[in-house]
């Protein structure tokens, strides 16, 4: 027979147990030279190989650890980084004079070779970093600290390119079997990805996979002496997803820093005086693009022909748009609304081509007129399932209503919404683009060259098919014209042709808040990723 | 005995293909894990290339037959999301989980019993009556609102245990515990409360309702009539029977606290399974939301079918059934 009163009693002994245990337990202080910075954000690193995926979440933890040949400043300008100097000797030639002295992790040197490597294991079939060395061919090592890259095609803009470029230890790969990037089908984990040699800022201690990631400062780091060195010297990285449970975090105090704040909570936390906010521009437009290939649109009450493809009903959805209701209602003020498809700060953005039409909803009506719509007419918008887009296609889709374009918005998951795009299954979309390389080629090229189908680049994700010799012609102009100032002609004049086509209908920048406790220093970086090494813990 | 096991045994194999094969046609709809592995910015070579090393070009039944074939050998490929082995995530996983509803499944048995037991000889108590309504509560509130409303008070408002993880856990071979530190246990109590929640409320309101019925039959009255004390009467007689039913419910609770862990594993960013499963639906990262419905099958048809051979043991009249039935 059970003793129940015992039973009982020992239930309660233990509840007592673990109750007392756990409010007795006091935080085990740390040293005091140490300060630990303790980031949240809600994605974890996928992968520590810096050439197998290029994911800004694994992109978030590779930035601290490995490093370029370039490196950018607080104000996001190309310095040298682990090279010191570079030179073009002819056209196909980039000369890149190393930095010496420079030590990886494990304590082995940095020399021309690892470069070499870096840039094979850059260029593997399995690599998905290949645009960050755009152009090159091969690399030539001339001596131990001196680099040839051969260029298989002219970029002026390599070092725009080549901030992506890691360096990783040739020795270091080869003793462990990871001179390749992973390989999914081969059923095997490779050494990289769980582990890193870098010559950056800090080195992985512990990597948790959805548990946590810690990094600690690079006492020998060649860039120590740095004007822009925090003083953080160990990272815990931690990964939590609920939006609740992150903010919960930080006001408790649990954790310093959290990357992704949910939008709704900003204002509240700007109110609270123990939290800090640092907002700043994300380097990435949104916008939207419409079929503009098809005679006959599929998502449409229109038969036999195309409305999207005369300007005058594109013109009308530009003038439609309230876009500063879209900014303070569904942005909540996080956001600069924009008439440019590449933003401020890139190379070759022009003031010029920033310029929305205005909305003006009576002008849209008549425009549709104008183009034999009185009526109006009805269409699908396609939009990914995360937020904002989601919000934003409703606001849209409200308003494009009101001017008579009967709009339904309809809200994929991402899973799934690149996919169909990829297959042209859209009449009328938004999508948001990053200006990865911080110069306009890249933007141009995808976005608004014909595509061209599978065998190049060219028009990559223009899913709407828009297509103009004009523009392709300046394009390739842009492509392969090294006088800067020559070039950056050529694009102002693409954002312009862009802007009088309406090839997209750009809507605006977002504008990203970094939430911290109030003895945290950051700066804003606009590929928003946070530097740690220029973090200061007061 | 052996024959009704082997006829479950089976049974059992028939439901874990059934499972497989629903769980594996689900994921085609999920989403195309090769446009969340690749940036937007991502050209359409890189797509292609990416799609077939990881043999997603291969039509679905060949992707089916094959997961098959390597799933009997232990093998569940490599996850999409963080590359490496997911037999190997799912055992490191598996602790945390398994912690998580343990601790819960426990509070629900040494709370649940005692309430149920008290609410049932106290009917009229105001103490049953908060009970009883509290338990309202407990049944009706989701998971993830309990989780907020304690991460709320205990850890905002008190700052007394930590609002998300698991603390530090010590490794004894595969298993990796967080009962031996102290902020192991202090990371346990508000996800196990919130989990527990649920159990314990449903386990008070079965032995209430059990205890109510028993006490009502007639060899209680001949057990008092004999004159036997309240306590032998109680807990002797009367909880004994009451067991039966607790034992399932119990048995396939703890089923349902690993499988349906995923929320609060969720809102405590708890590194077990159903975090891992969350976060690969997400990413539609198919081995491992594969693997993980299979294991979580295989943990339900194995305790169902321990729940049965229990019923075997503790009932006696079931075997007498059978054999009278054997023997016709």
């Given at each position: 027979m059970i003793n129940f009163r015992k039973l009982l009693s020992a239930s309660v002994l233990l509840a007592t147990l673990l109750l007392s245990s756990?409010?007795?337990?006091?935080?085990?202080?740390?040293?005091?030279?140490?300060?630990?910075?303790?980031?949240?954000?809600?994605?974890?690193?996928?992968?520590?190989?810096?050439?197998?995926?290029?994911?800004?979440?694994?992109?978030?933890?590779?930035s601290q650890v490995y490093e370029s040949l370039v490196a950018r400043d607080k104000d996001f300008k190309i310095i040298p980084g682990l090279a010191l100097w570079w030179s073009n000797p002819d056209a196909k030639t980039w000369r890149f004079k190393l930095r010496p002295n420079v030590k990886?992790?494990?304590?082995?040197?940095?020399?021309?070779?690892?470069?070499?490597?870096?840039?094979?294991?850059?260029?593997?079939?399995?690599?998905?970093?290949?645009?960050?060395?755009?152009?090159?061919?091969?690399?030539?090592?001339?001596?131990?600290?001196?680099?040839?890259?051969?260029?298989?095609?002219?970029?002026?803009?390599?070092?725009?390119?080549?901030?992506?470029?890691?360096?990783?230890?040739?020795?270091?790969?080869?003793?462990?079997?990871a001179l390749t990037p992973q390989n999914y089908k081969s059923n095997e984990d490779t050494f990289a990805s769980r582990?890193?040699?870098?010559?950056?800022?800090?080195?992985?201690?512990?990597?948790q996979p959805d548990v946590k990631t810690v990094l600690v400062a690079n006492a020998d780091w060649w860039n120590n002496a740095s004007k822009e060195k925090g003083n953080v010297t160990q990272v815990e990285m931690l990964p939590?997803?609920?939006?609740?449970?992150?903010?919960?975090?930080?006001?408790?105090?649990?954790?310093?820093?959290?990357?992704?704040?949910?939008?709704?909570?900003?204002?509240?936390?700007?109110?609270?005086?123990?939290?800090?906010?640092?907002?700043?521009?994300?380097?990435?437009?949104?916008?939207?693009?419409?079929?503009?290939f098809r005679d006959e649109l599929l998502y449409s009450s229109v038969k036999g022909k195309n409305p999207l493809r005369d300007l005058r009903v594109r013109q009308a959805m530009g003038y439609a748009i309230d876009v500063n209701a879209i900014r303070q209602v569904v942005m909540r003020g996080l956001s600069t609304p924009t008439g440019s498809i590449v933003p401020p700060g890139t190379q070759g953005y022009s003031k010029e081509a920033d310029k929305r039409l205005p909305f003006d909803r009576e002008k849209a009506k008549a425009l549709l007129t104008e183009a034999g719509y009185p009526t109006g007419f009805s269409i699908t918008l396609d939009c990914g399932a995360n937020q904002p887009p989601a919000d934003i296609c409703q606001a849209v889709a409200a308003m494009l209503t009101q001017i008579g374009i009967r709009t339904t918005p309809n809200i994929v998951p991402l899973a799934n919404y690149f996919s169909k795009l990829q297959k042209f299954d859209t009449s009328f979309y938004l999508l948001s683009w990053g200006a990865t390389t911080f110069d306009s080629?890249?933007?141009?090229?995808?976005?608004?060259?014909?595509?061209?189908?599978?065998?190049?680049?060219?028009?990559?994700?223009?899913?709407?098919?828009y297509s103009n010799p004009k523009m392709d012609e300046l394009i390739g102009k842009i492509k392969s014209e090294f006088d800067m100032k020559k070039r950056d002609g050529w694009?102002?004049?693409?954002?312009?042709?862009?802007?009088?086509?309406?090839?997209?209908?750009?809507?605006?920048q977002p504008v990203i808040p970094w939430a911290m406790r109030k003895n945290i220093e950051a700066n804003f970086a606009p590929n928003n990723i946070a530097y740690f090494f220029r973090f200061k813990k007061n | 005995m052996l024959a009704f096991a082997i006829r479950r045994l089976l049974q059992?194999?028939?439901?874990?293909?059934?499972?497989?094969?629903?769980?594996?046609?689900?994921?085609?709809?999920?989403?195309?894990?090769?446009?969340?592995?690749?940036?937007?910015?991502?050209?359409?070579?890189?797509?292609?290339?990416?799609?077939?090393?990881?043999?997603?070009?291969?039509?679905?039944?060949?992707?089916?037959?094959?997961?098959?074939?390597?799933?009997?050998?232990?093998?569940?490929?490599?996850?999409?999301?963080?590359?490496?082995?997911?037999?190997?995530?799912?055992?490191?996983?598996?602790?945390?989980?398994?912690?998580?509803?343990?601790?819960?499944?426990?509070?629900?048995?040494?709370?649940?019993?005692?309430?149920?037991?008290?609410?049932?000889?106290?009917?009229?108590s105001w103490t049953s009556k908060v009970f009883l309504t509290g338990s309202l509560i407990g049944v009706s509130l989701p998971n993830f609102l309990i989780g907020i409303f304690l991460i709320l008070i205990f850890a905002v408002w008190l700052g007394w245990l930590p609002s998300f993880g698991r603390g530090d856990v010590t490794q004894i071979g595969y298993w990796s515990t967080g009962f031996l530190t102290q902020s192991g246990l202090k990371a346990l109590v508000l996800p196990a409360i919130t989990l527990g929640f649920y159990p314990v409320t449903l386990i008070m309101?079965?032995?209430?309702?059990?205890?109510?019925?028993?006490?009502?039959?007639?060899?209680?009255?001949?057990?008092?009539?004999?004159?036997?004390?309240?306590?032998?009467?109680?807990?002797?007689?009367?909880?004994?029977?009451?067991?039966?039913?607790?034992?399932?419910?119990?048995?396939?609770?703890?089923?349902?606290?690993?499988?349906?862990?995923?929320?609060?594993?969720?809102?405590?960013?708890?590194?077990?399974?159903?975090?891992?499963?969350?976060?690969?639906?997400?990413?539609?990262?198919?081995p491992v939301m594969a693997a993980y419905l299979c294991l979580i099958g295989f943990i339900f048809v194995s305790i169902n079918l321990m729940v049965d051979m229990l019923y075997y043991v503790v009932d006696p009249r079931l075997r007498v059934d059978r054999a009278t039935l054997g023997g016709h």
């Open positions: 756990a409010a007795t337990v006091s935080t085990a202080a740390a040293p005091a030279n140490t300060k630990i910075l303790r980031y949240a954000s809600q994605d974890d690193p996928q992968t520590l190989d810096p050439h197998s995926a290029n994911l800004t979440p694994t992109n978030r933890v590779i990886f992790h494990d304590g082995s040197p940095f020399t021309a070779d690892d470069v070499v490597f870096s840039l094979e294991r850059t260029l593997h079939p399995l690599s998905q970093l290949k645009s960050s060395v755009q152009g090159v061919a091969s690399a030539r090592k001339i001596d131990d600290l001196t680099v040839d890259f051969v260029m298989k095609e002219p970029n002026p803009v390599l070092l725009n390119h080549l901030y992506q470029f890691r360096i990783m230890s040739k020795i270091w790969a080869s003793k462990n079997n582990n890193t040699n870098g010559t950056g800022p800090f080195s992985v201690k512990l990597r939590i997803k609920s939006n609740a449970t992150r903010m919960a975090a930080l006001l408790s105090g649990e954790i310093d820093f959290v990357l992704d704040p949910p939008q709704q909570d900003v204002a509240r936390l700007k109110a609270d005086p123990n939290i800090r906010i640092a907002e700043g521009h994300e380097a990435r437009i949104q916008y939207f693009a419409f079929d503009q080629f890249y933007t141009l090229q995808a976005l608004l060259n014909t595509n061209s189908g599978e065998q190049s680049s060219n028009g990559d994700s223009n899913y709407g098919r694009i102002g004049e693409a954002l312009l042709l862009n802007q009088r086509d309406i090839a997209t209908l750009p809507l605006h | 059992s194999v028939l439901v874990m293909l059934a499972v497989g094969f629903i769980a594996f046609s689900l994921f085609n709809f999920t989403g195309d894990p090769v446009a969340l592995m690749l940036p937007p910015e991502a050209t359409q070579a890189d797509r292609d290339e990416v799609r077939k090393s990881l043999g997603l070009d291969e039509p679905s039944y060949v992707q089916f037959a094959i997961f098959v074939k390597n799933g009997l050998q232990g093998n569940f490929g490599i996850s999409l999301r963080l590359g490496r082995p997911v037999s190997q995530l799912l055992i490191e996983r598996l602790p945390a989980t398994l912690e998580l509803a343990m601790t819960a499944a426990l509070l629900g048995l040494l709370i649940g019993i005692p309430m149920g037991i008290f609410t049932a000889l106290k009917r009229d309101r079965l032995v209430r309702a059990e205890m109510l019925e028993v006490l009502r039959t007639d060899y209680i009255k001949f057990a008092r009539a004999r004159g036997l004390t309240n306590h032998a009467v109680h807990f002797g007689h009367a909880l004994k029977n009451t067991l039966v039913p607790v034992i399932t419910i119990t048995g396939l609770q703890l089923g349902g606290l690993i499988a349906f862990a995923i929320i609060t594993e969720t809102v405590f960013q708890w590194p077990g399974m159903g975090l891992l499963f969350i976060q690969a639906v997400q990413f539609a990262d198919i």
